[in-house]
């Protein structure tokens, strides 16, 4: 009988997950090298918590608030679910190249 493979349980995202979210979000963003040098880690690493689902959504969220603070006003129009998403928005506002 073969055994079934365990399942390990990701850890939640802590205070330097949050803190990569944080520089990550910033406008204009910095390059992964100076957030991974900033932050004590490896680029990869940084890399690899882009890939999480749960950075991700808290990364969408932390732009999204950030957005709404400089323009509390307008109405945004566009779904910011994804980092993709993001990025088109930032290039189409002018604020990125």
């Known amino acids: 009988m073969?055994?079934?493979?365990?399942?390990?349980?990701?850890?939640?995202?802590?205070?330097l997950h949050y803190a990569a979210i944080d520089l990550l979000s910033?406008?204009?963003?910095?390059?992964h090298e100076?957030?991974?040098?900033?932050?004590?880690?490896?680029?990869m690493t940084l890399?690899?918590?882009r890939q999480r689902d749960d950075?991700?959504?808290?990364?969408?969220?932390?732009?999204t608030r950030k957005v709404r603070a400089k323009h509390p006003h307008r109405k945004l129009r566009w779904e910011l679910n994804t980092p993709?998403?993001?990025e088109r928005f930032?290039?189409?506002s002018g604020w990125l190249t």
């Open 2 to 15: 073969a055994k079934k493979k365990r399942r390990t349980r990701r850890p939640p995202l802590n205070e």
């Open 26 to 31: 910033d406008v204009p963003t910095r390059n």
């Open 34 to 43: 100076d957030i991974s040098h900033i932050l004590g880690i490896s680029r």
């Open 47 to 49: 890399y690899r918590w």
């Open 55 to 63: 950075f991700d959504r808290e990364l969408g969220k932390a732009i």
């Open 84 to 86: 993709a998403q993001v």
């Open 90 to 92: 930032f290039i189409a």
